[in-house]
């Protein structure tokens, strides 16, 4: 059963785990696809915005350098008449420059000198017949008019021109937010993210208040390829409560899986607790039948002796002799109607069956009269019964026979536990509105593990088939019951070989 319960669970939480990774997959492919779109759609839009401004211009303008310069930002030296472009890969943004730095001429600064490994290329008199075919304004100047061939030629001198631009001029962070919220939408993302535009492992300016870089929570994807499909910047992403999205998609099959194997755990723990619960009580039926057996042993005997003596015929005849063995029969009967009637009251006791009616009685009366039961085994024994009756007040709500049996029973757990001469005292002291009833014997003792059960029925501490303390378990659990029933609290204290001390308390009655 074990075996099976750790394999059971051992095989849940390995679908489980694979569930979760399948999804952890799936949620990463969605993310990807959606930040790939993204970039798609920036670039496109882009590009599409200055493609549709270039087509709007005039068939004069669009053969104009200046006019196609302007509208793609370029600039152009004034002195020289000639067209700067720039290359780098080195941004702006990335050393804090000035934007103005693309609206000064080369006379006033060496670019070269602040950008540190780049170049500027010059294109001399862009209108002129003999145009620099590598120049990418000549190209977009060149295609005059445009079909899809050199709509293509086009948006590769685009990207060639605009890789120069600073990244927070081409897109901003609300385009990048609303394009992102959009898609991710669509595949059923719909918590919160983070996102920037990073260049060479460097933030730029286009990144969200608290995104955090942390690499093994965030995806990313190139954007703004250049003409030579190469990339200097990446769109990353990242969502603080990705791993509850993810486990939120497998709540449910994860919750019954707890659920049903708990119930599979507890069911498992009962039926444990069952099994050594059956197999103490199996030993301590054996044991009580044993007890039982022995205690009626002894009396049949004896009444059997006691017939076999009356039919005797020189006894028959002998009154006093005959008087004496009916004595005896009547005696042994009547212990044996005893034990029969606890076993009784026991079982009406749990079943809430027995009436008991209930005076105002002094429980020092009943001390000395319980007393005045065992004193004669007592004295035969040659010990004592002391009492030390220091309550001042010991009025009580109970039922005379039945507390007088429970003292009874309790001394006679001190007699038969006394190996020696059996020494008892009895203490009473009041506290509070209650009045504890203390019963000390110097006898045996029990362990701790005895003392924790000894009020249990049936239960005797374990001594095999040696029966030399006469008993059934019974009475400990009659005392328990019964001072229970009159609100009252019964416990012991005892150490092996040292004795045992009872301890009763009752309320008081004004």
Known sequence: MSLSLVGIISIQAYYINDSVNNEKARFKSNVVTVLNNVSNTIEENEFEAYFAEYLSLDKEKKLDEDAVSQLLIYRKNNSTKETLIYKSNVLEENYKLSSSLFDIGLDSLDITNIIGNSSTEIYSDLGSTDIDLKSPISNIIRSGTIDEAQKLNFKKNFKEVFKIKPIYKRVSEKQIRELLSEKLKKYGITIDFEFAIYSSDLATKVRSENFENIESSTFGVPIFYDENNRSLYKLLVNFPDDKKFILSSNLGMILLSVIFTSIIILAYASALFQLVKQRKISEIKSDFINNMTHEFKTPIATINLALDAIRNPKVIDEKDKVLRYLTMIKEENKRMH???????????????????????????????????????????????????????????????????????????????????????????????????????????GMSKAAAKKVFEKFYREHTGNIHNVKGHGLGLAYVKRMVEDHQGHVSVESEKDKGSTFIVKLPLIS
């Open 338 to 444: 005893a034990q029969v009637e606890n076993v009784l009251r026991i079982s009406k006791l749990e079943k809430n069956e027995l009436n008991i009616s209930k005076d105002r009685v002094k429980l020092h009366d009943l001390i000395e009269d319980a007393i005045t039961h065992v004193e004669l085994i007592v004295e035969d024994r040659k010990g004592y019964i002391k009492t030390f009756l220091e309550a001042d007040k010991s009025s009580v709500l109970a039922n005379e026979t039945h507390f007088t049996n429970v003292i009874v029973n309790i001394l006679d757990n001190a007699i038969k536990y006394s190996p020696d001469a059996p020494k008892i005292e009895v203490y009473t002291e009041n506290v509070g509105n209650s009045i504890l009833l203390k019963i000390k014997d110097y006898g045996s």
